[in-house]
């Protein structure tokens, strides 16, 4: 392979973004390789959110775990709503703006970065990287045992941020 062709699948993989992920279905009875694919993640618990880069081995760990978790792109919008509404230190206290450190200005700004997959969430020092949700105001419309091909919510959907709204 050239050094042209690898600099340039590089690039594809900056370029792809991020994805969010949350688990809507919790680890009970859960076969050993799903709840250590959930662990790595950072959603080992029902209704924990994370955003996690779109490239290979992530889609690879989200697709082995398909039957707990429901992804979408990630979009700056709803990162700046997840930032505001639930970041939290690692003491367990609430981020605020004025917590941020100077490369990172604002919650707009680290949303921006991580829609195009410039920075991970985990390294942003001042922010736990996961979000703990609330159920969904006004229940689930779909089923939580499906995947969203077949009528649920599961998988790869794009309806997502939508029900992130309604768990804020």
């Given at each position: 392979?050239?050094?042209?062709?690898?600099?340039?699948?590089a690039?594809?993989h900056?370029?792809?973004?991020?994805?969010?992920?949350?688990n809507?279905?919790?680890?009970?009875?859960?076969r050993?390789?799903?709840?250590t694919?959930?662990?790595?993640?950072?959603v080992?618990?029902?209704f924990?959110?994370?955003?996690?880069?779109?490239?290979?081995?992530?889609?690879?760990m989200?697709?082995?775990?398909?039957?707990?978790?429901?992804?979408?792109?990630?979009?700056?919008?709803?990162?700046?709503?997840?930032?505001?509404a639930r970041?939290?230190?690692?003491?367990?206290?609430?981020?605020?703006?004025?917590?941020?450190?100077?490369?990172?200005?604002?919650?707009?700004?680290?949303?921006s970065?991580?829609?195009?997959?410039?920075?991970?969430?985990?390294?942003?020092?001042?922010?736990?990287?996961f979000?703990?949700l609330?159920?969904?105001?006004?229940?689930?419309?779909?089923?939580?045992?499906?995947q969203?091909?077949?009528?649920?919510?599961?998988?790869?959907?794009?309806?997502?941020?939508?029900?992130?709204?309604?768990?804020?």
């Open positions: 392979m050239s050094s042209t062709t690898a600099s340039k699948q690039e594809s900056l370029q792809n973004g991020s994805l969010l992920v949350v809507l279905r919790g680890m009970v009875n859960t050993v390789p799903v709840r694919t959930l662990d790595q993640l950072r080992a618990r029902r924990n959110a994370t955003i996690v880069p779109n490239d290979d081995v992530h889609l690879g989200l697709n082995l775990a398909k039957e707990h978790l429901a992804w979408c792109k990630l979009n700056a919008d709803i990162a700046e709503k997840l930032l505001k970041s939290e230190k690692s003491s367990g206290t609430k981020v605020a703006e004025s917590d941020l450190s100077k490369e990172h200005k604002s919650f707009r700004d680290i949303a970065q991580l829609e195009s997959g410039n920075i991970k969430l985990n390294s942003v020092n001042e922010i736990r990287p979000f703990r609330s159920p969904p105001r006004g229940g689930f419309k779909r089923s939580i045992r499906r969203h091909r077949d009528g649920g919510i599961l998988g790869p959907n794009e309806e997502l941020p939508n029900l992130v709204e309604k768990m804020l």
